[in-house]
């Protein structure tokens, strides 16, 4: 089982929809959540940011850490076409510096 | 310069040639990376650099060979690569404290080819 595991996509949506991005994760120790967004050609940038459980929230994005069920979320309100890219998680355990990365699910938002 | 920036953006090289892609960090970090990062798979951390001493190096073939001469330059030394080697290769830092690390900062990459 991999440590980290994330639908690979692609997940096509028209533009105004809210889109739900998801991982699973095995390792209770995790308690750094991240979700990082890569346009192609480009390298991933930090998008959202989580310790522990809990919801935070950041203009049109939302991330949501679960955890008792070992999932996260990130959800995006009011789709735009400039949100197409891959997503990608990454988490990591309390003091370290180790992050481990889902495979990434490519959004397509199309107008 | 600001950010993270990696030279070159692409590289094609034969499976006999030696090439070096570079990394360099204007944020005043204290750890860098490279991660391999190929279709379908997640990223693969390939070494850390923290206070300029590698502090892993996850099983990655004697191929590579990184340097981290400062606490702001990274280098990934390549020689007799084989086709599979061919991926986005990506740099990032972040600022490691006792408790973790707020993230990475990544660079935009090297794409490389091998033939």
């Known amino acids: 089982q991999k440590e980290v595991e994330q639908d690979p996509g692609p997940l096509s949506v028209p533009e105004g929809a809210i889109v739900s991005l998801n991982c699973t994760y095995s390792?209770?120790?995790?308690?750094?959540f991240m979700w990082y967004r890569q346009y192609s050609r480009k390298g991933p940038e930090l998008l959202m940011y989580t310790y522990s459980s809990g919801n935070k929230e950041d203009g049109r994005f939302t991330a949501q850490v679960d955890k008792s069920s070992k999932y996260i979320s990130l959800f995006i309100r009011d789709s735009q076409p400039s949100d197409s890219a891959t997503y990608l998680c990454?988490?990591?355990?309390?003091?370290?510096?180790?992050?481990?990365f889902g495979t990434g699910t490519r959004l397509q938002v199309f107008p | 310069e600001t950010g993270v920036t990696q030279t070159p953006r692409h590289l094609v090289m034969g499976m006999t040639n030696k090439k070096s892609l570079k990394c360099e960090q204007h944020l005043g970090h204290n750890a860098m990376y490279w991660y391999k990062q190929s279709a379908k798979k997640p990223l693969e951390l390939m070494f850390v650099?923290?206070?300029?001493?590698?502090?892993e190096n996850n099983s990655v073939p004697s191929r590579f060979s990184p340097e981290c001469p400062n606490s702001s330059h990274l280098f990934l030394h390549l020689h007799t690569l084989q086709p599979e080697d061919s991926a986005l290769y990506l740099c990032?830092?972040?600022?490691?404290?006792?408790?973790?690390?707020?993230?990475?900062?990544f660079g935009s990459g090297t794409r490389l080819t091998v033939v």
């Open positions: 390792n209770s120790a995790f308690q750094y």
């Open positions: 990454a988490m990591s355990p309390y003091n370290t510096d180790k992050l481990i």
């Open positions: 650099y923290s206070l300029e001493e590698r502090v």
């Open positions: 990032a830092s972040s600022q490691v404290s006792g408790q973790g690390v707020y993230g990475y900062t």
